[in-house]
């Protein structure tokens, strides 16, 4: 299953910024202070929707005056007087915008969305302000030439460097006019993201199919009907059921379906949600997103927006991202079309009589599990309950590994009733931080699983991490337990490997904190920790039937462990072809005219070599939220890269005696811990010992054909 992460509430180039002056008189509620809860906590009891825009501009009025300071100081720039002041800036808007930007996420309601879209250009102005300040930067370029005569530490040294990258990207150099010009695009950059975003949370509302009679759900289990009811209920809809759309292109519910008109219906409102030629429809926000990216990247004096985005990843270059994905695609090819094939015999030997299709897949797919492996999701759910699997499978795991332990602290306010609260302690028992859960799909939610903090770890502020994970898993109907697929539960060990990365951050400055690291980095320690979940010593630990609370069968166990590796010429092949159109889109030249945004996708694709039959992108172009809105342009070939990451890492653990405490130790304080400290390559060898290749990904992700 794939993750998200956003790094910070607040984008993370928006510490140490500066604004516009202006003063702002209104209020700003309890987020003018700093939170009296333990580790800083928000006061979700008394924060109101009101407060959120004051708090905001207060925030950047407050830090446009830090910042000014530090920029006009007339004392000889140091690495205290600068860097560190500007570290030590802007507590405020922090503080209040890592609340805002979580809620508009994760529980957003028509205000929230005013307040964003209000905001979008000014936070752009906010950036813009303090990257092309001339006295700030001509302090920045002081220190960082002088960097190796300061008598600084490795982080000292490392922070000079990225906050001095961080002028030079915003565009520093820039000659004035080059710099208006640039920041007229941020802004309006700014503003298509967030109107994207809202575009598409309506339109992924507005897709779901509405069915009129019970008799269409055939196939649905009762919590899966009742779950239906519910949502049509909150529509108010009488005498129906609706079937809510989730961000991905398949939907879970196509694998129970049996009436094929229902599932083509349900994959096409998926498949054309944002596509409609209505208020919702992103087409023409993409195109402009993609137009001024381009542009905005020959201004900075790079070729195409990925050559500048990937110049600070890992990666480093679209052309070694495309000969890693292309390196891929021939096996994912063969693999989908062994699946394909297996899956019309099935449908045939049915007597079906009709040639697969999409929408089909699960279905079908599912069919030939229980056929090869004997394996049913059904039997299988009622093992994975939704809070046994966290507390005895999730937490229970990064104890064997790590040695922590967390604690229920139903004193702490949420923003809604769903969400649970953990303090977590360490080895020793000394704190380490809050962790917050926020499992159930709501209308008003984003689509997707991630991982963001409210607080983050910083030795210089004094600040524990507080952290949350959100996902969209079915809430089960009134009386219902909440049973998960066996996807599900690799989804929450995937947000929460994200969670641990930054529970175990040990920075002194928060901008090299915890995952604020590179794209092609930063999903590595959770695709790492997905592993865990079929790991024996864990799984007999949570996977407990609900009603009987015997274990799984072994039986069981080892079908699900065989089947491990079922259908990953599908998985792979959605991931590796959203993952090219996200490439093809941010390599397109300035001035590149594109009419139709279908027929480009379908171009695209084709041209990468992954238009695999009957296997979708897992994103369409028009509802892409992480290339668009989340942060992840020109990046979402990262989720494939810390795979190989993850499959290297996993098989040194195997060849160096599994989940044990001392390679969970070690694996903590060479990666989990060092935040962006080192150079990412430097920080992988120090762990593996040589550069990563492909060779376990093709195992373990069973991209190695069987005939």
Known sequence: ???????????????????????????????????????????????????????LEEGMRIQATEIAAIASNKAAPTFQNTIVAMERSGRMLDRAGSVFYALTQANTNDLLQKVEADMAPKMAAHIDAIYLNPKLFKRVQSLYDRRAKLGLGPEGRKLIEVVHDQFIRAGAKLGPADQTRLKDINKELSSLSTAFEQKLLAATKDGGLVIDDKAKLAGLDAGDIAAAAEAATARGLKDRWVL????????????SLTDRAVRKSLYEQSWSRAEKGDANDTRETVLKLAALRAEKAVLMGY?????????????????????????????TRARAEEEA?????VIDKAGAGFKLEPWDWQMYSEAVRKARYDLDQDEVKPYFELNNVLQNGVLYAAGQLYGVSFKPRADIPVYHPDVSVYEVFDKDGKTLGLMYFDYFKRDNKSGGAWMSQFVGQSKLLGTKPVVFNVANLTKPGPGQPALISFDDVTTMFHEFGHALHGLFSDQTYPTLSGTSVARDVV??????????????????????HYQTKAPMPQALVDKIKKAATFNKGYEMGELEAAAQLDIQWHTLAKGAVIKDVSAFETEALKRAGVDFPNVPPRYRTSYFRHIWGGGYASGYYAYLWTQMLADNAFSWFQTHGGLTRTNGQRFRDLVLSRGHTLDYGEMWRAFYGKAPDIGPMLEFRGLKTTR
């Open 1 to 55: 299953m794939i993750g998200d992460i956003q790094r910070l509430a607040l984008p993370a180039v928006l510490l140490g910024m500066a604004v516009s002056s202006q003063a702002f008189a209104a209020p700003a509620g309890v987020l003018a202070q700093r939170s009296p809860l333990p580790y800083q906590a928000p006061q979700f009891d008394k924060i109101k929707d009101a407060d959120f825009q004051p708090a």
């Open 244 to 255: 809510p759309l989730q961000n991905t292109t398949q939907q879970p519910l196509l694998g």
């Open 303 to 331: 070729k195409t927006y990925a050559d500048y985005v990937l110049e600070d990843q890992m990666a480093k270059t679209p052309q070694a991202v495309e000969t890693f994905m292309r390196a891929l695609a021939p096996p």
């Open 341 to 345: 094939k297996d899956i019309q015999a």
């Open 523 to 544: 999903e590595f320690p959770s695709q790492f920790n997905e592993y865990w979940a079929l790991e024996p010593a864990v799984l007999r630990h949570y996977a407990i």
